[in-house]
């Protein structure tokens, strides 16, 4: 009977799958031996990728309803890229929004209902022949993913219809195909039941954005494999046992071989036949053993033959031995404790959205191995097959998690209130649930690197849930199940093996382990990397070691999601949310990547690089100390660099080879030369651990961990200054002369007003007291604004109350007095000492008084002209760092130009500061300008195009000005940037500056 497709499907909980193949592995499969062997791709499989016909829609009522019969005419249709979302290709509403549902405010809507009047319709019609190797034989069609429901026709006739965005759908195509050209049409809905499942905070795409495939198939398929590799308690005997679904005729024999990861072979074996289910045993005595560390991998090749005894198939198929298991409360593999070192990964790339490419994903997870980050949640869906292929290969565990979350439907306004939550415990929806759970367990039940299933994201509890665990312990036992929800119903405890929360804070992780729990412990999301955030994240990596049942997180999260926009005059930029005109939006909330979307490193990276090291390197001025955190890999791939340095100069380096065991540690000891050590200065010890060979992910000489020791020998001192000094008193002026140079101070301005060396002007604007930088998302996110805003009308704006000058033998100094509006107890007393040589001095002092906020710096800020834009630094970086991000810093000299510290986040805000700083060099192309050093104690410092205010007040890069100056910022102290979340955990106290204290720091300015 000829099934007849209906609108009705669009909001039919029980309408999800119609005439769609069941679910499989996503194995290969090929003719020959020789084939198999080789890398070539499948020939049993044709790309229908490129560009297709197309038509866009607003809703249902404007699509052209017929365009699927044979003779619909197509020819004046535009052309669409396969694969591909459709509103990054001209069409239709680009939409970002995170928990609510998209129609949020447009329409009172419920589930299962959606809207009519705007349901976008894409129309596709593809026209190919059948491929020689593919006639006379059955011919399915594959798409790996399509948002978010679609029906297929091939010839005018119905195919099928299926939902799940995320998970292929399959079709047979075999009853409908015609000889010569046959016409493919595909009718994808943005909106559908499957709509209200798919609430991740993303952008809201649609259209076919994965690849679509025919294939075909030998005589004798193997449909689907199961590999069920089993380790002893010893993990010295191994055993594997492949279940095989067979479609065809009998075969008349199946055999196996094994080989090693030379392709050596390690074992042959035959299947079983047992009530017409086939099935293949091998042991394999010591294992060599699949983690992250070292990805070990077998494969099979397992080979069909027809009843004429001629092999009409050869299935090859990877195989990791390892043993992940909850034993005593803990989270095992191979035996071991396992530490997750993770971020959560979107799909995403800024001109293709989710459609990304094997390049994308090559680029992504060889940062994630130089970065040490061994973990990834795929947040929230599951991803392309071959990204399970990568993580197998290149060693990364996943959390693999099931396409499915609800926030809007239970969370609103950020409170619990699950009036109609779903899927609940509604068992209407079940169906439709278990369907993606059991879609994303078949195809990805292979690949050793996943570790643990998840049923979705951010969905509540209830029984629905609850029967996804159990369907996921039922076929695999051989993994855990992880599922956050529970967090906000108790009830269902159950449905998790693991107690995961999202964006605990440490003391609240803390109070947990410390109550004997049940269950272990992992933070599925944490460090919100909102912008300029990543603070404190060592709060959270210091529980590993202190805490057995703490097994490490996953950072929120690894890649920005935004998209490439044209401004009024053309020009490109990263844009979020509400810059193409959606509502509802949730603007800037989807840039939370340790990665920018245009796949360059953020600052942020710097410190989850060091805090995610299993080495961990403690140098002092004799040797050092290396603690390996690995669970099974010992040191000897990697060559230990040791090297002294004096005020940032490099004296001396070393090498030694230093093997160290896993879960263990040895010290190393290096003589370094008793001359390099005898004259007076700050000293620093760096060692490094630097890759003896190149790998798949990095070159020879990459270095994966470091540590520093930083000490001084003798006393540091300022060089007496010796030389004559005129002071010129005006009636508004004081001006400090000396040889070649000019010091000039303003009564009226209250404050230094010209720095002049050799006819150089250097002060464009006057140095006054800071209290304001540009708020960052986190800022923002705890309305830093409202709450300590006052101190942004300081910076603004103060009284010079007092002027002290005073001339000594040595020096000449200035002193202003200021008072602000807001508080009259407050004061900053700032005093430039004048030298002979034509330094100064700088001291800014600050009383503090009760019943203030906190203020987010204390620092001196001027203007220099923007032609000195090239920085010298003597400083803790390379990159960006803060008081609560600094742990990844190097001590060093490097060097870049003022614009590069004004980093990529795509909403303007403070960036680029350095701590630590001993020196920095602000000079133009001829090596010309100032020296800001350190007199006591290391300073922060940051050089920028752009003041605290302009930064403040420009929504997107292109808003802020043209560059007229360099902008430079003193700080005796900024807080940090946290990052426990975005809206509404503040910096952590230590990293706080607080009114009531006082506070003082004091520079010097040379000239260079």
Known sequence: MTTIPGLNWLTDVSKFAVNRLPAHSDHMYFETLTEARSTVPMKMRHELNGNWKFYYSINPNHRPVNFFEKDYPCAGWGDIKVPGHIQLQGYGQLQYVNTMYPWDGHHELRPPAISTDHNPVGSYVKYFNVPANMQNKLVYISFQGVESAFYVWLNGEFVGYSEDSFTPAEFDLSPYLIDGENKLAVEVYQRSTGGWLEDQDFWRFFGIFRDVYLYTVPEIHVADLHVRPELDSTFTKGTFAVNLKLQGSAPSKITAELVDRKGTLIQTGKAENIDGKWSITMPVKQPALWSAENPYLYKLFIQIYNESGNLVEVVPQKIGFRRFELVNKIMLLNGKRIVFKGVNRHEFNPRRGRAITKEDMLWDIKTLKRHNINAVRTSHYPNQSLWYELCDEYGVYVIDEMNLETHGSWQKMGKVE??????????EWEPIVMDRAISMVERDKNHPSILIWSCGNESYAGEVILNVTKYFKRVDPSRLVHYEGVFHNRDYNDTSDMESRMYAKPADIKKYLNENPEKPYISCEYMHAMGNSLGGMYKYTDLEQKYPMYQGGFIWDYID??????????????????????????????????????????????????LYQDFKLVPDQTGVTIKNESLFSNTADYELVYALFLEGRELYRGRLHATVEPQSEDRFEFALPAEFTAESGEYCVQTSLLLSESTQWAEKGYEIAYGQFVYQVGTKKLAPVNGFLRVAYGDVNIGVHGRDFTVMFSKGAGSLVSLNYAGKEMVSLPPTPLFWRASTDNDRGFSQGFDSGLWYAASLARKCVNIEVEEKESHVSVGFTYKFSINHEIEVKSVYSVYPNGSVRVKSAYKGAENLPKFPIFAVSFKVPADYDQLEWYAMGPEENYSDRAMGAKLGIFKNQVSDNLSDYVMPQESGNRTGVRRVNVTNCNDQGIRISSVTAPLECNFSPYTAFELENAQHVYELPPIHYTVITVAGKQMGVGGDDSWGAPVHDEHLIKADQDLEFEFLIQRV
């Open 418 to 427: 699950p009036s109609w939550n779903i899927p609940g415990n509604l068992p």
């Open 561 to 610: 999601q935004s998209i490439y926009n044209k401004d009024r005059y053309g020009n490109e930029f990263l844009a979020y949310g509400g810059d193409f005109g959606d509502r509802p939006t949730d603007y800037g909330f989807c840039t939370n990547g340790i990665v920018y979307a245009n796949r360059e490193l953020s600052p942020k990276m710097q410190e989850v690089k060091f």
